[in-house]
Protein backbone atom coordinates (compact mmCIF):
# COMPACT_ATOMS: atom_id res chain seq x y z
CA UNK A 1 0.00 0.00 0.00
CA UNK A 2 1.48 3.45 -0.43
CA UNK A 3 2.34 5.60 2.24
CA UNK A 4 1.71 9.00 0.71
CA UNK A 5 -1.20 9.31 -2.13
CA UNK A 6 -2.08 12.47 -4.18
CA UNK A 7 -5.15 12.11 -5.82
CA UNK A 8 -4.77 14.95 -8.25
CA UNK A 9 -2.58 14.37 -10.83
CA UNK A 10 -3.42 18.18 -12.04
CA UNK A 11 -5.44 21.01 -10.94
CA UNK A 12 -6.59 24.42 -12.69
CA UNK A 13 -6.96 27.08 -10.64
CA UNK A 14 -8.11 30.70 -10.91
CA UNK A 15 -5.93 33.39 -9.84
CA UNK A 16 -6.77 34.49 -6.58
CA UNK A 17 -9.25 31.49 -5.80
CA UNK A 18 -8.18 29.42 -2.88
CA UNK A 19 -7.19 25.88 -4.14
CA UNK A 20 -6.86 22.54 -1.70
CA UNK A 21 -4.70 19.98 -2.40
CA UNK A 22 -4.80 16.98 -1.09
CA UNK A 23 -3.01 14.21 0.80
CA UNK A 24 -3.64 11.29 2.93
CA UNK A 25 -1.41 9.04 4.58
CA UNK A 26 -0.75 5.32 6.13
CA UNK A 27 1.04 4.44 9.16
CA UNK A 28 0.98 2.63 11.65
CA UNK A 29 3.60 4.86 13.88
CA UNK A 30 2.09 7.32 16.69
CA UNK A 31 4.72 9.70 15.81
CA UNK A 32 5.44 11.08 12.51
CA UNK A 33 5.77 13.98 10.41
CA UNK A 34 3.75 15.54 7.55
CA UNK A 35 5.49 17.83 5.02
CA UNK A 36 4.15 19.86 1.80
CA UNK A 37 7.25 20.82 -0.85
CA UNK A 38 7.03 22.74 -4.01
CA UNK A 39 9.08 21.76 -6.96
CA UNK A 40 8.95 24.58 -10.37
CA UNK A 41 10.29 23.79 -13.16
CA UNK A 42 14.02 24.37 -12.00
CA UNK A 43 13.48 21.34 -9.83
CA UNK A 44 14.70 23.11 -6.59
CA UNK A 45 12.32 21.78 -3.66
CA UNK A 46 11.00 24.58 -1.60
CA UNK A 47 9.24 23.23 2.05
CA UNK A 48 6.75 24.98 2.49
CA UNK A 49 4.68 23.75 5.54
CA UNK A 50 5.47 20.84 8.46
CA UNK A 51 2.92 19.62 10.86
CA UNK A 52 3.70 17.04 13.33
CA UNK A 53 1.28 14.43 14.71
CA UNK A 54 1.47 15.32 17.58
CA UNK A 55 0.55 18.85 16.92
CA UNK A 56 -2.36 20.19 18.12
CA UNK A 57 -3.23 22.76 16.30
CA UNK A 58 -3.27 23.05 12.22
CA UNK A 59 0.22 24.49 10.79
CA UNK A 60 0.00 27.77 8.82
CA UNK A 61 3.17 29.46 7.25
CA UNK A 62 1.64 32.67 5.33
CA UNK A 63 -0.71 31.98 2.56
CA UNK A 64 -0.45 28.05 2.88
CA UNK A 65 -2.27 26.12 5.84
CA UNK A 66 -2.29 22.45 6.40
CA UNK A 67 -6.02 20.98 7.29
CA UNK A 68 -4.44 18.05 9.58
CA UNK A 69 -7.10 15.44 10.01
CA UNK A 70 -5.55 12.86 11.97
CA UNK A 71 -8.46 10.70 12.21
CA UNK A 72 -8.91 10.38 8.30
CA UNK A 73 -5.18 10.38 8.28
CA UNK A 74 -5.20 13.43 5.62
CA UNK A 75 -3.20 16.48 5.22
CA UNK A 76 -4.26 18.73 2.62
CA UNK A 77 -2.61 21.87 2.16
CA UNK A 78 -4.75 25.11 1.63
CA UNK A 79 -3.16 27.98 -0.41
CA UNK A 80 -5.18 31.59 -0.10
CA UNK A 81 -5.59 33.65 -2.78
CA UNK A 82 -3.23 31.86 -5.56
CA UNK A 83 -1.18 33.66 -7.68
CA UNK A 84 0.76 33.10 -10.97
CA UNK A 85 3.86 32.27 -9.52
CA UNK A 86 2.33 28.78 -7.74
CA UNK A 87 2.32 27.03 -10.82
CA UNK A 88 4.04 24.20 -9.71
CA UNK A 89 4.30 20.78 -8.36
CA UNK A 90 3.28 20.14 -4.94
CA UNK A 91 4.42 17.17 -3.23
CA UNK A 92 3.10 15.72 0.27
CA UNK A 93 5.48 14.02 2.21
CA UNK A 94 6.22 11.80 5.64
CA UNK A 95 8.51 10.96 7.80
CA UNK A 96 7.71 8.20 10.48
CA UNK A 97 9.13 7.26 13.73
CA UNK A 98 10.13 11.03 14.56
CA UNK A 99 11.45 11.20 18.32
CA UNK A 100 12.93 14.25 19.82
CA UNK A 101 16.44 15.11 18.74
CA UNK A 102 16.61 12.76 16.49
CA UNK A 103 15.42 9.79 14.51
CA UNK A 104 16.94 10.99 11.40
CA UNK A 105 14.95 8.74 8.23
CA UNK A 106 14.20 10.17 4.64
CA UNK A 107 10.55 11.47 3.78
CA UNK A 108 8.68 9.25 1.50
CA UNK A 109 6.95 11.50 -1.34
CA UNK A 110 3.69 11.19 -2.97
CA UNK A 111 3.48 11.53 -6.48
CA UNK A 112 2.76 15.33 -6.86
CA UNK A 113 0.15 17.60 -7.98
CA UNK A 114 0.38 19.58 -10.97
CA UNK A 115 -0.89 22.56 -9.90
CA UNK A 116 -1.38 25.54 -13.02
CA UNK A 117 -2.98 28.99 -11.72
CA UNK A 118 -4.76 30.30 -14.82
CA UNK A 119 -4.63 34.31 -15.30
CA UNK B 1 16.20 27.38 6.52
CA UNK B 2 19.44 25.68 5.52
CA UNK B 3 21.12 26.70 2.93
CA UNK B 4 22.18 23.71 0.79
CA UNK B 5 24.57 23.55 -2.61
CA UNK B 6 25.12 20.84 -5.13
CA UNK B 7 27.86 20.58 -7.67
CA UNK B 8 28.08 20.13 -10.68
CA UNK B 9 23.85 21.46 -11.52
CA UNK B 10 24.05 19.48 -15.29
CA UNK B 11 26.16 16.41 -16.23
CA UNK B 12 26.82 14.66 -19.39
CA UNK B 13 28.87 11.63 -19.44
CA UNK B 14 29.68 8.29 -21.65
CA UNK B 15 27.91 5.47 -20.96
CA UNK B 16 30.89 3.66 -18.98
CA UNK B 17 31.68 6.77 -16.66
CA UNK B 18 32.15 7.70 -13.59
CA UNK B 19 30.57 11.07 -12.10
CA UNK B 20 30.66 12.70 -8.53
CA UNK B 21 28.17 14.87 -7.58
CA UNK B 22 28.84 17.40 -4.55
CA UNK B 23 26.55 18.23 -1.62
CA UNK B 24 27.35 20.64 0.76
CA UNK B 25 25.37 22.14 3.68
CA UNK B 26 26.46 25.95 3.94
CA UNK B 27 25.18 27.20 7.22
CA UNK B 28 24.77 24.05 9.28
CA UNK B 29 26.48 21.27 10.04
CA UNK B 30 24.91 17.77 9.22
CA UNK B 31 25.73 14.87 10.41
CA UNK B 32 23.07 13.35 8.32
CA UNK B 33 22.25 13.58 4.49
CA UNK B 34 20.14 12.05 2.38
CA UNK B 35 20.04 11.49 -1.66
CA UNK B 36 17.06 11.26 -3.56
CA UNK B 37 16.45 10.40 -6.96
CA UNK B 38 13.82 11.54 -9.67
CA UNK B 39 13.22 10.28 -13.02
CA UNK B 40 11.38 12.33 -15.25
CA UNK B 41 7.52 13.14 -14.06
CA UNK B 42 7.65 10.71 -10.85
CA UNK B 43 8.00 11.64 -7.42
CA UNK B 44 11.48 11.70 -5.39
CA UNK B 45 12.41 8.11 -3.81
CA UNK B 46 15.06 8.32 -1.35
CA UNK B 47 18.32 6.33 -2.13
CA UNK B 48 20.25 6.44 0.53
CA UNK B 49 21.13 8.31 3.96
CA UNK B 50 24.48 9.73 4.22
CA UNK B 51 26.09 9.75 7.44
CA UNK B 52 29.29 11.53 8.66
CA UNK B 53 32.00 9.00 9.66
CA UNK B 54 30.32 6.07 8.77
CA UNK B 55 29.07 4.15 6.05
CA UNK B 56 25.88 5.14 4.27
CA UNK B 57 22.91 3.44 4.68
CA UNK B 58 21.15 2.21 1.18
CA UNK B 59 17.35 1.54 0.25
CA UNK B 60 16.37 -1.70 -0.91
CA UNK B 61 16.63 -2.10 -4.79
CA UNK B 62 19.78 0.29 -4.67
CA UNK B 63 23.51 -0.76 -5.33
CA UNK B 64 25.75 0.48 -2.84
CA UNK B 65 28.87 -0.50 -4.86
CA UNK B 66 26.86 1.85 -7.93
CA UNK B 67 26.13 3.98 -6.06
CA UNK B 68 29.00 5.41 -3.48
CA UNK B 69 28.29 7.79 -0.47
CA UNK B 70 30.88 9.39 1.06
CA UNK B 71 30.55 11.72 4.14
CA UNK B 72 33.95 13.21 4.71
CA UNK B 73 32.74 15.95 6.63
CA UNK B 74 29.62 17.83 8.87
CA UNK B 75 29.02 19.45 5.38
CA UNK B 76 30.06 17.67 2.51
CA UNK B 77 28.78 14.80 1.03
CA UNK B 78 29.27 12.95 -1.93
CA UNK B 79 27.56 10.62 -4.26
CA UNK B 80 29.49 9.05 -6.89
CA UNK B 81 27.53 6.97 -10.05
CA UNK B 82 30.26 4.24 -11.01
CA UNK B 83 29.76 2.92 -14.42
CA UNK B 84 27.00 5.26 -15.68
CA UNK B 85 24.48 3.94 -17.73
CA UNK B 86 21.80 5.98 -19.72
CA UNK B 87 18.83 4.06 -17.27
CA UNK B 88 20.87 6.30 -14.46
CA UNK B 89 19.86 9.00 -15.84
CA UNK B 90 17.98 11.11 -13.66
CA UNK B 91 17.61 14.11 -11.23
CA UNK B 92 19.95 13.29 -8.36
CA UNK B 93 19.15 16.14 -4.88
CA UNK B 94 20.13 15.70 -1.41
CA UNK B 95 18.44 17.38 1.18
CA UNK B 96 19.87 17.97 5.00
CA UNK B 97 18.09 17.71 8.31
CA UNK B 98 17.66 20.90 10.82
CA UNK B 99 16.18 20.19 14.17
CA UNK B 100 13.44 22.17 15.07
CA UNK B 101 10.88 22.30 18.24
CA UNK B 102 10.33 18.83 19.45
CA UNK B 103 10.01 16.17 16.32
CA UNK B 104 9.28 19.11 14.11
CA UNK B 105 12.61 18.63 11.91
CA UNK B 106 12.61 19.79 8.14
CA UNK B 107 14.43 19.17 5.38
CA UNK B 108 15.92 21.34 3.16
CA UNK B 109 16.89 20.64 -0.23
CA UNK B 110 19.81 20.90 -2.22
CA UNK B 111 19.29 22.47 -5.91
CA UNK B 112 19.74 19.10 -7.99
CA UNK B 113 21.78 17.69 -10.52
CA UNK B 114 20.01 16.67 -13.96
CA UNK B 115 22.65 13.64 -15.05
CA UNK B 116 22.30 12.56 -18.91
CA UNK B 117 24.31 9.36 -19.71
CA UNK B 118 24.55 8.96 -23.58
Known amino acids: AQKITQTQPGMFVQEKEAVTLDCTYDTSDPSYGLFWYKQPSSGEMIFLIY??????QNATEGRYSLNFQKARKSANLVISASQLGDSAMYFC????????????????FGKGTHLIIQP | GAVVSQHPSWVICKSGTSVKIECRSLDFQATTMFWYRQFPKQSLMLMAT?????????EQGVEKDKFLINHASLTLSTLTVTSAHPEDSSFYIC??????????????FGPGTRLLVL
Open chain 1, 93 to 108: AMREGLTTGGGADGLT
Open chain 1, 51 to 56: QGSYDQ
Open chain 2, 95 to 108: SVITPGQGAGETQY
Open chain 2, 50 to 58: SNEGSKATY
